[in-house]
C-alpha cells in the first residue's frame, strides 16, 4: 500500500507544480461542447443525447489524460525505478489507476458544470447524486483501462495511435452502460430513476478489467 | 510437425462442409417468417460462434505463453486471432447480407450479435498494429499476450453488454418457431457448426505448418550458404521462432539516469 | 405471417435467392482466395527447396572432386 501511496503522491505533485494534463483535458472538453453545438445545431439537448454529448467528451478528454500517462516514468527512468526497489510492481499500476481517477474527477467537476451550463436542457440539480455514482464507476472503468492500455502503448513506437485504438473499442461496454444510465437523469420532464441493471453492468466491468489489469499488469513490466 | 494430420483434417472439413451445404439447401425446412432468406443464418452463425470462441481461445493461449514463457504458445495464440480476425470479417459480410435482405439496410443497429461483432473487430483489428509497432520479439510476444487475454476477457462481456442494450424488435430467428428450432433445423446447425470448426481448425494448421516449413527453410539455407545469403526477416508482426536471436535494441528514451558527474 | 408481410418489405423469392447465394459465395470466396495464397506460399517453397538442393548437390560434388584429387596424389 505504501509505495502506491508513494508513487500517487509523486504524480499529484508533479502535476500540481506543472498541471498540464488536467487543464489539457478540461480545455479539450469545453471546446468539444462548442464543437458538438456547431456539429449538432442545437441549442440544448436532452435524454438520451445529452447522456451521448457528455459522455463521449469525457471519454475522449480522458484519452488524452491516457496518453500522457507514463510519459514521465518512460523518460526520466522510473520504469527501472520500480523494477529495482523492493516492491511489488503492481504498485505502479494502482498508483497510477488512482491517479488517473482523480484527475478526471477533477476534469468533471468543471465539465460537468460546463455541460450543465451550454448545453444541458433540463435542470442538472435533481440530476446530480445519479450522475455523481454513474461518473463515479465509469472514472474507475477509464483508470483501470486506461492504466492498462497506457502501460502497454508507452513502450511501443506508435504510442500516441496505440492508445485509442485499443482503449475505445475496450471501453465501449461501460459507455454503454454509462449512457443508459446518463439518459433518465437528464429526461426533458425532469430525472428520473437510475436503471439499476445497468449499474450492476458497470460495477461488474469494473470489477472484472480492474482484477484483470491488476492480474497482468506485471507483465509489462518484466524486462 | 503438423504435417501428418493435415490431410485427414482437410478431408474431414470437405465432407463437413459439403455435407453442410447439401443439408441447408436439400434437408432443412423452410423458416416460417423469414423464407428463404432464413439459409444465410446457416453460415453467419456458426462462423460468429467459432469467431467469438476463437478470440477467448487466443485469450487463453497467450495467458499459458505469460505463465510458461514458451514462445510457441505466442504463436498458436497469433495464430488463432489472425484466423479469427478472418472469419469475423467473413461474418460481418455475411451478416451486412442478411439484413440487407430482411430489412433492406446494410447495417442495422437492432441486432446484438451484429453491433458486438463490429466492436470486437474494432478491438481485435488493433492486435497486428500493436504487434508491429514493438520490435523485440520477446517483448512484442509478453505485450500481445497481455493485449489478447484483456481481449478475450473483452468478448464475452461486451455480447452481453450489447446484448442487453439492445432492443431487439425482430423476432430473433433461433426462438420465432415457439421455444426454439424444430429438431430438423437444430440438427443442420450443429453439422454447421462443426464444419466451421473444422474450417478454422485447418486453416490454423496450414497458417503454423506453412510457418515452420518457412524458418527450417531459412536454417536450412543459412547451414548451406552461410548466413549472409539469407536476409534478415526485418520488422513483422508475426512471432519468428527459428530465427536467430537478435539482440534487442533499446527503445528511445528508455531509463536513462541523470550523467555521473565528473569527478 | 401476414401482419409480418404489413411490416416487413415484400421480397420476391429470386431476390431472396439472390442474396443467400451472395452470402454463400462471400463464405466460399474468402475460402479460395485464402488456398489461392497458400498455392502461392507453396511454390514459392518448394523452389527455394530446390535451389537448396541444387547448392547441397554442387557442395558434394566439390567435396568429392577433392576427396578424389586428394586420393590421386
Known amino acids: 500500500m505504501r509505495p502506491s501511496v508513494a508513487l500517487l503522491r509523486k504524480d499529484l505533485l508533479l502535476e500540481r507544480r506543472a498541471p498540464e494534463a488536467v487543464p489539457a483535458m478540461l480545455l479539450f472538453s469545453l471546446t468539444t461542447f462548442v464543437l458538438f453545438h456547431f456539429g449538432l445545431g442545437r441549442d440544448e439537448v436532452s435524454g438520451q443525447m445529452a447522456a451521448g454529448v457528455l459522455l463521449v467528451t469525457l471519454l475522449f478528454a480522458a484519452i488524452l489524460g491516457i496518453n500522457r500517462l507514463f510519459v514521465s516514468e518512460q523518460e526520466e527512468g522510473g520504469f527501472d525505478g520500480v523494477l529495482l526497489a523492493p516492491i511489488d510492481r503492481t504498485a505502479l499500476f494502482v498508483a497510477k489507476a488512482a491517479g488517473l481517477f482523480l484527475f478526471l474527477s477533477l476534469v468533471e467537476i468543471v465539465a460537468v458544470a460546463a455541460f450543465a451550463i451550454l448545453l444541458l436542457g433540463p435542470s442538472p440539480w435533481p440530476a446530480l447524486p445519479g450522475l455523481l455514482l454513474t461518473l463515479a464507476l465509469l472514472n474507475a472503468a477509464l483508470a483501470v483501462v486506461g492504466a492498462l492500455v497506457s502501460a502497454l502503448a508507452i513502450r511501443t513506437r506508435a504510442r500516441d495511435l496505440i492508445v485509442p485504438i485499443v482503449a475505445l473499442p475496450l471501453l465501449t461496454p461501460a459507455l454503454i452502460a454509462a449512457a443508459r444510465l446518463a439518459a433518465p437523469l437528464f429526461a426533458a420532464g425532469g430525472a428520473q430513476a437510475l436503471p439499476t441493471k445497468w449499474l450492476a453492468v458497470l460495477a461488474l466491468y469494473d470489477l472484472v478489467f480492474g482484477l484483470l489489469a491488476y492480474a497482468v499488469f506485471d507483465f509489462l513490466l518484466e524486462d | ?263 | 405471417m401476414s401482419v409480418l408481410f404489413a411490416v416487413a418489405p415484400a421480397l420476391p423469392l429470386d431476390e431472396a435467392g439472390k442474396y443467400v447465394a451472395g452470402a454463400f459465395v462471400a463464405f466460399v470466396g474468402v475460402i479460395v482466395i485464402y488456398v489461392a495464397i497458400m498455392g502461392v506460399r507453396l511454390q514459392r517453397m518448394s523452389r527455394e527447396l530446390s535451389e537448396l538442393h541444387r547448392a547441397l548437390e554442387a557442395r558434394e560434388q566439390g567435396e568429392a572432386e577433392r576427396a578424389k584429387g586428394a586420393a590421386a596424389r
Request: proline share 5%; net charge positive; with cysteine.
Open chain 2, 1 to 263: 510437425m503438423y504435417g501428418k494430420g493435415l490431410r485427414a483434417l482437410s478431408l474431414a472439413t470437405f465432407a463437413a462442409l459439403t455435407a453442410t451445404f447439401a443439408l441447408v439447401f436439400f434437408y432443412a425446412p423452410l423458416d416460417a417468417d423469414q423464407g428463404f432468406i432464413q439459409k444465410i443464418f446457416y453460415v453467419h452463425v456458426p462462423v460468429a460462434i467459432v469467431t467469438l470462441c476463437a478470440y477467448v481461445l487466443g485469450g487463453i493461449f497467450a495467458a499459458i505463453h505469460l505463465k510458461t514463457h514458451d514462445r510457441g504458445w505466442d504463436l498458436r495464440s497469433y495464430v488463432v486471432i489472425h484466423i479469427a480476425l478472418i472469419f469475423n470479417v467473413v461474418g460481418l459480410l455475411t451478416g451486412a447480407i442478411w439484413a440487407k435482405a430482411s430489412w433492406g439496410h446494410w447495417w442495422v443497429w437492432d441486432e446484438p450479435t451484429l453491433v458486438s461483432f463490429l466492436i470486437v473487430f474494432l478491438l481485435f483489428a488493433t492486435y497486428q498494429p500493436l504487434r508491429f509497432s514493438i520490435e523485440d520479439p520477446e517483448r512484442q510476444a509478453r505485450y500481445a499476450a497481455v493485449f489478447a487475454v484483456m481481449a478475450g476477457a473483452f468478448v464475452p462481456l461486451n455480447f452481453a453488454a450489447v446484448r442487453a442494450a439492445t432492443a431487439t424488435v425482430h423476432p430473433r430467428t433461433f426462438g420465432t418457431t415457439g421455444g426454439g428450432l424444430p429438431s430438423q433445423m437444430a440438427w443442420v446447425f450443429v453439422v454447421a457448426i462443426v464444419a466451421m470448426a473444422l474450417l478454422f481448425a485447418l486453416m490454423c494448421c496450414y497458417e503454423i505448418a506453412a510457418k515452420q516449413t518457412r524458418w527450417q527453410l531459412r536454417a536450412l539455407r543459412r547451414r548451406l550458404l552461410g548466413s549472409d545469403a539469407v536476409a534478415p526477416l526485418g520488422r513483422s508482426a508475426a512471432p519468428a521462432l527459428g530465427e536467430p536471436s537478435r539482440s534487442a535494441p533499446r527503445e528511445s528514451g528508455r531509463g536513462s539516469y541523470p550523467a555521473e558527474a565528473p569527478s
